[in-house]
Nanobody, 115 residues
Framework: QVQLVESGAGLVQPGGSLKLSCAAS????????MGWDRQAPGKQRELVAT???????NYADSVKGRFTISRDNAKKMVYLQMNSLKPEDTAVYYC?????????WGQGTQVTVSS
């Protein structure tokens, strides 16, 4: 019902920054919250950040103060600005949305933090 396409993958050095973008299409009027999950090799997928339609955001403790989530409802986009990146932030990052019919995820985009 909603299709999501992420962009912004990359390799960055520790301490660097990267911005992920996610474009939503389809039944976007049904979307309430938007967010980002991530999955590192050998680990379970975890929530990174979410933002509601009213603009309230929530973050995993591991990224608070370093990552900022934002959304542009007019453009049907959600963003994740990542600063002060650490090697442990290396993961595949998945955009996701919540709606009355459930949740949907994008295909994922790789973020690698390494020197």
């Amino acid at each position: 019902q909603v299709q999501l396409v992420e962009s912004g993958a990359g390799l960055v050095q520790p301490g660097g920054s990267l911005k992920l973008s996610c474009a939503a299409s389809g039944s976007t009027s049904t979307i309430s919250a938007m967010g980002w999950d991530r999955q590192a090799p050998g680990k379970q997928r975890e929530l990174v950040a979410t933002v509601t339609s009213g603009g309230f955001s929530n973050y995993a403790d591991s990224v608070k103060g370093r990552f900022t989530i934002s959304r542009d409802n007019a453009k049907k986009m959600v963003y994740l600005q990542m600063n002060s990146l650490k090697p442990e932030d290396t993961a595949v990052y998945y955009c996701n949305v919540q709606a009355y019919w459930g949740r949907a995820w994008g295909q994922g985009t790789q973020v690698t933090v390494s020197s």
